[in-house]
């Protein structure tokens, strides 16, 4: 039985998986509309030749634009494309005219490899206060602290790559705005998944993992009215991975991008509920929350290695988990988690065999 009534439907418009596929936050399913619109375009370019192919897209791609950008709570011309997430938030740095030594505030779900391009640059990185045992940023604090002192800019991770943890960005938007400081989000595990319109001066993202478009497709926009001045360069090649992505959002809006982020959401309660409990790991979220990433950490005494061999031993019982070590998060402790990221087409049968499987491994 699929946990929400879009899985059919979902499922359908997909190839059939060889594999239990509960790893959305890693790559999600393309569709073969996705497929096919991808190597529609590249045989175009090779008939017609690149650039008229491309000029021949100029509708679709206007279309995608401004469907994405609308995702994103900005306008079309406001949002370019990268190769990656990653790429995208290089270009912002290096965009951004900082002081030496810039400072940001970041919250404890920071990206590992994000902090690495902070220090790469020598800023100074200094944590958010939290309210609660998650991470989840302490927004009343952060208020008080910017009447104090101000960093250059906050970034934050909307959802982090090892916690399904939704950060509040409308309400740091608003108090980093009121002290005149522009906040950058990382909305990698975000777009697609939860409501991504936050009033944020930068946002970036990626293609392939919730809105189950291509591989190799990033994306970043900047407000006009930015607090903080971005010179992006330009960067857009890839044009059938555009048009494919561009193809993945419209599938989202056709399904209703709400009704999809409540029926994650709803997944997510579902997932937790059932692994809560389960031999001696340990559901890490908060049951409810509002998210489809859902994190086990592991029987005590248990290292990285041990959660490395659960995640092949799901493999071998044919279940696709990623197991998440602390290289992902630093800022937020050393345990490694096995992270579950069912997308719509999540059944209740692949729970229970999650649940039956994690039963067996621990003590
Ligand atoms: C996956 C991920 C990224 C990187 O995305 P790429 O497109 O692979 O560069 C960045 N931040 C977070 C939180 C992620 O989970």
Not at 120 to 132: K, L, N, Q, S
Not at 240 to 254: H, N, P, Y
Not at 302 to 309: E, H, K, L, N, Q
Request: proline share 4%; glycine share 8%; with cysteine.
């Amino acid at each position: 039985m699929y946990c929400s009534d879009l899985g059919e439907q979902w499922r359908a418009a997909r190839v059939e998986p060889s594999i239990g596929h509960l790893d959305a936050a890693s790559a999600g399913r393309s569709s073969n509309a996705v497929i096919d619109t991808l190597h529609q375009h590249l045989i175009r370019e090779a008939r017609d030749g690149s650039y008229i192919a491309a000029d021949a897209q100029a509708d679709m791609l206007v279309a995608g634009r401004q469907a994405l950008g609308s995702l994103l709570g900005h306008a079309a011309d406001e949002l370019s494309y990268r190769d990656s997430a990653r790429a995208a938030l290089s270009s912002v740095l290096n965009g951004m005219k900082l002081p030496l030594s810039a400072t940001v505030w970041v919250a404890t779900n920071e990206f590992g490899p994000n902090l690495a391009e902070f220090e790469r640059r020598d800023f100074v990185v200094r944590t958010m206060p939290t309210i609660d045992v998650f991470g989840r940023v302490d927004v009343d604090s952060l208020e008080n602290m910017l009447q104090f002192e101000q960093p250059d800019f906050i970034h934050v991770c909307h959802i982090g790559s090892t916690s399904g943890i939704v950060q509040p960005v409308a309400q740091i938007v608003e108090v980093a705005h009121n002290a005149g400081v522009a906040v950058v989000v990382d909305m990698a595990q975000s777009v697609g998944h939860v409501a991504t319109v936050t009033g944020a001066d930068v946002v970036y993202g990626t293609s392939r993992k919730w809105l189950t478009g291509p591989r190799g497709v990033g994306f970043v926009a900047v407000r006009s009215d930015s607090v903080i001045d971005v010179e992006l360069l330009p960067s857009d090649a890839f044009i059938a991975g555009q048009l494919a992505l561009s193809q993945a959002v419209a599938e989202l809006v056709d399904l209703g991008e709400q009704k999809v982020f409540d029926e994650l959401a709803a997944i997510g309660r579902i997932a937790r509920e059932r692994l809560h409990g389960i031999g001696s790991w340990e559901v890490v979220e908060p049951l409810d929350e509002r998210s489809a990433l859902i994190t086990l950490a592991p029987p005590p005494g248990w290292g990285p290695a041990d959660v490395v061999a659960a995640r092949d031993r799901l493999r071998e019982l044919g279940l696709l988990v990623t197991a998440a070590d602390s290289w992902r998060a630093p800022l937020a402790g050393d345990t490694s988690l096995l992270r579950i990221s069912p997308h719509l087409d999540a059944r209740t049968e692949q729970l229970d065999e999650l649940a039956k499987a994690i039963r067996t491994m621990g003590y």
